[in-house]
Nanobody, 114 residues
């Protein structure tokens, strides 16, 4: 059974940094990409950043230059380094693995105070 376990997140002041990590356990065939989505107040879940098995990254415009996504293929782990955080980054961040099926973590809260 596939399980995504997220860690990191928490409360930080605007301008600060946080780091998220997500470990995928279980057998996952044909991983296409791993990454992060978020759901902020009053909005639908949206893409934050993804990285393919080949290392190609994709970022939401709102986080470009501030967030960095990376992965360790051998460990089936994806990371998200978040710098220069803004209050509008507050939300629940979900780890995602895109493969033959789509897998989601349980979500971790990120709160940025002004």
């Amino acid at each position: 059974q596939v399980q995504l376990v997220e860690s990191g997140g928490g409360l930080v002041q605007a301008g600060g940094s946080l780091s998220l990590s997500c470990v995928a356990s279980g057998t996952i065939f044909s991983i296409i990409a791993m990454g992060w989505y978020r759901q902020t107040a009053g909005k639908q879940r949206e893409l934050v950043a993804t990285v393919t098995s080949g290392g190609r990254t994709n970022y939401a415009d709102s986080v470009k230059g501030r967030f960095t996504v990376s992965r360790d293929n051998a460990k089936n782990t994806v990371y998200l380094q978040m710098n220069s955080l803004k209050p509008e980054d507050t939300g629940v961040y979900y780890c995602n693995v895109e493969a033959l099926f789509n897998y989601w973590g349980q979500g971790t809260q990120v709160t940025v105070s002004s």
